[in-house]
């Protein structure tokens, strides 16, 4: 049977899902679409249920969240850089609702486009800087978090390069 | 939206294929007389419109039902329970399904806005609530109930015998069905429960509770046969999957006897042509029993529950089956030319080390076979969270458990494992269930229109598999490697980086070759696949309306079956 667990933890979990589901509703004005090609699949694999007390960057990397970055040479061969960070916690469970835009340092702020389960957006970064932090802030079950996110913009640059995308947090 | 004050009820829960649960409610309620709809709920951002749809009803429905039916779904339920409570519906709340039965004591408890739970199935208990609920009828009297007393207590009515399975009406098909290639799909289930304990199954442990206690139980022929006749002719559909947990008896000879039944029930019928996707174990695999399948049932899949290859794995999941079935399996459906997809559990409470070569192993000797893997979960009700809470393993409350694994070892070894495999493994977008999907697509063309299959789509879709599979395995040892090497404490930042970025970019070049094959496929037959379904497009197609059409007034009426029956 279930464990006893702690009512007024669960009733505000519950709470808490609903504001951030309230809230995303009232940010994207629509529900999300199912794919139009779900592949047939018998028993899907279930999502591990993971409870950190301590919810780092790092742990939603690990568990929830996939960040992808490039290199887009555009207009004056000005090199920018496209993000796309996507919750990839399984569609039914919406564990991760992206919230507001990314703040940047190091860099100008390009395009945005937000869902609430995937953030695209570009910048260019700031002549001299090295690295370039991003924060965004989610809902994690409906309880405020931020991914704390950097890139090294040092290296060598050349269109569709991919560039790692880290936390200053990863698991080690 | 209701057009008439006639009691309706909503029917809330995931639609992504035809729900049979919510829709054998749905033909129970319809035939007692009360009107209902179906309002998918898929994430949660279908909270906010099903809020929306019954906000909007002219009439409030009499009773909002919802599906707790998964547990990792459960948060979504109660939120809009809540909700529904703050936007001023006073109408019953009740919910239902594995998860809601097995917590309905603490849901009733932290939840004064939810009004009851329906214990175990439900078709004759939603009934005699709703018809309490129109009359103003007590609840007390109703058996399969969790309630509230007058002094706020929870309590249970008493349960109810399961109900022959022949007595239920069949579901309601409302709506578009999904298709693969233009082939119709419906689901169905020939039997409820399975004749296996595993410990990790909340769908053994839920009908190993039922009183009396009903571990298995089988739809007469004909029933299941009328039904398929009525399917294919009423509403076109080619391809059958038995939602079944285990389509197979435990005895081989029965189990063949049931399926010839069957073929000669749907041939009396006059129904043609037709693929089949069932669940086996793998000790059920017989050579006269799946080529029977395949020659007289159009056996176009088979999802094989291996879960796991390991010694160990198999004794701690109970699984009732040696690594002998696993292997003789899998070697029969080779050489029937099945097509067959399976699950590993890699990761369970007490995996070793060891027990994970095991299942690599096992994956390598399958490369070209899609399947997926990941870590047993503590369902609520089952023994394994038993155990796990016995041993003070588990962490966090009803709505879910997690463990750590047995070793500090194995522990880092799947944390790192589902950091850099997540995006492949889980979610829709996961390319391991992906790839089942393009291969069955292949199968599907393969079975309906021979004249036009390339012997060359099948080889390729073995190859994306083959590709995934050995990437995974290298990904995976890797990571072992690492953790037996530098400790479990080791900075593995180099390790995940790398990892994620080559996981990432392989996935990247196979799921744009799957989505080819599957343009060619849909090319060469001429027509389109729709594998999920759209129930809110279903819902606005019939604007105002809140319970079956005309047209659809029959849909659940066996006298149907007489138009069928030749």
């Known amino acids: 049977m279930p464990g006893e667990g702690n009512p007024s933890t669960v009733r505000e979990r519950a709470r808490n899902h609903l504001r951030g589901l309230l809230a995303t509703s009232a940010v994207t004005g629509a529900a999300a679409q199912l794919a139009s090609c779900i592949p047939v699949v018998c028993d899907p694999m279930p999502p591990p249920l993971v409870c950190d ?11 929830f969240v996939g960040v992808q970055a490039h290199w887009v040479i555009g207009a004056g061969n000005v090199y920018s850089v496209a993000v796309v960070i996507s919750s990839y916690a399984t569609a039914a469970d919406k564990k991760i609702v992206f919230t507001a835009n990314p703040v940047l340092v190091g860099a100008t702020l390009g395009s945005v486009d937000r869902t609430e389960t995937q953030v695209s957006f570009s910048f260019t970064p700031t002549a001299s800087v090295s690295e370039v932090r991003f924060d965004v802030a989610i809902n994690c079950n409906a309880v405020a978090d931020t991914l704390r996110l950097r890139v090294d913009v040092s290296g060598p640059r050349s269109n569709n390069a991919n560039i790692p995308v880290q936390s200053g947090e990863i698991e080690g | 939206m209701p057009s008439t004050a006639q009691p309706w009820v909503a029917l809330v829960g995931p639609e992504v294929e035809e729900n049979l649960g919510l829709r054998q409610l749905a033909s129970a309620l319809n035939g007692a007389g009360f009107e209902c709809e179906i309002l998918p709920c898929n994430s949660g951002a279908d909270v906010v419109r099903v809020l929306r749809r019954i906000a909007s009803a002219a009439t409030p429905p009499l009773a909002a039902a919802l599906s707790l039916a998964f547990q990792w779904r459960a948060l979504d339920m109660l939120a809009l329970t809540l909700a529904l409570r703050e936007q001023g519906f006073r109408g019953h709340i009740t919910a239902g399904g594995h998860f809601g039965t097995f917590a309905s004591a603490e849901l009733l408890r932290d939840f004064a806005e939810l009004d009851s739970i329906c214990r175990y199935e ?28 007058a ?8 349960s109810r015998p399961p109900a022959e399975l022949a007595a239920l009406a069949w579901p309601d098909r409302r709506g578009q069905p999904t298709q693969c290639l233009g082939h119709r799909i419906s689901t169905l289930v020939g039997s409820r429960g399975c004749y296996a304990r595993c410990s990790f199954c909340c769908i053994a442990a839920w009908h190993g509770l039922t009183e009396p206690a009903v571990r298995f139980r089988l739809r007469p022929v004909d029933d299941l046969a009328d039904e398929m006749a009525w399917l294919y002719h009423r509403q076109q559909t080619e391809i059958f999957i038995f939602h079944d947990d285990n389509f197979f008896l435990p005895r081989r000879a029965d189990s063949l006897a049931r399926i010839h039944a069957l073929a000669d029930a749907l041939a009396a019928r006059r129904v043609g042509h037709i693929g089949t996707v069932v669940k086996a174990r793998p000790n059920d695999v017989a050579r006269d029993v799946f080529a029977a399948m395949q020659q007289r049932l159009g056996l176009t899949r088979v999802f094989l529950g291996v879960e796991s290859d390991s010694p160990q794995g198999l004794t701690t999941l109970q699984r009732g089956v040696r690594q002998e079935h696993n292997h003789a399996a899998m070697r029969l459906l080779a050489e029937l030319g099945i097509y067959v997809c399976f699950n590993l559990l890699l990761f369970d409470p007490d995996t070793s080390v060891a027990g994970l070569e095991h299942n690599l192993r096992f994956m390598a000797e399958h490369v070209d076979t899609p399947h997926n893997f990941g870590r047993v979960e503590l369902y609520a009700g089952t023994p394994l969270l038993a155990r796990m809470q016995a041993e003070s393993r588990c962490r966090g409350d009803y709505l879910g458990s997690d463990y750590d694994l047995a070793t500090p070892e194995m522990q880092r070894i799947f944390k790192l494992t589902m950091r850099c495999f997540g995006p492949r493994n889980f979610g829709d977008a996961a390319l391991a269930n992906r790839l089942m999907g393009t291969r069955f697509d292949v199968e599907v063309c393969r079975h309906f229109h021979p004249e036009r299959y390339r012997t060359e789509w099948l080889a390729q879709a073995r190859q994306l598999s083959r590709e995934l599979t050995l990437d995974s395995i290298s990904g995976l040892r890797a990571i072992v490697e690492f953790v037996q090497c530098e400790g479990p404490g080791a900075d593995a930042r180099q390790l995940v980086t790398g990892l994620v970025q080559r996981l990432r970019a392989v996935e990247a070049d196979l799921r744009q070759r799957a989505t080819e094959l599957e343009q060619t496929l849909q090319t060469a037959v001429g027509a389109r696949c729709r594998h999920a379904r759209d129930g809110w497009a279903d819902l606005e197609e019939t604007g105002a309306h809140h319970g079956r059409s005309q047209a659809q007034a029959s849909t659940t009426d066996r006298g149907a079956q007489v138009d069928v029956a030749g």
């Open chain 1, 53 to 63: 007390a301590n919810q780092t960057t790092d742990y939603y990397l690990y568990q």
């Open chain 2, 122 to 149: 439900a078709e004759q208990t939603v009934v005699e609530l709703c018809r309490a609920l129109r009359d103003g009828q007590p609840l007390t009297q109703i058996a399969g109930l969790g309630l509230r007393d």
């Open chain 2, 151 to 158: 002094a706020g207590q929870t309590m249970t009515t008493p």
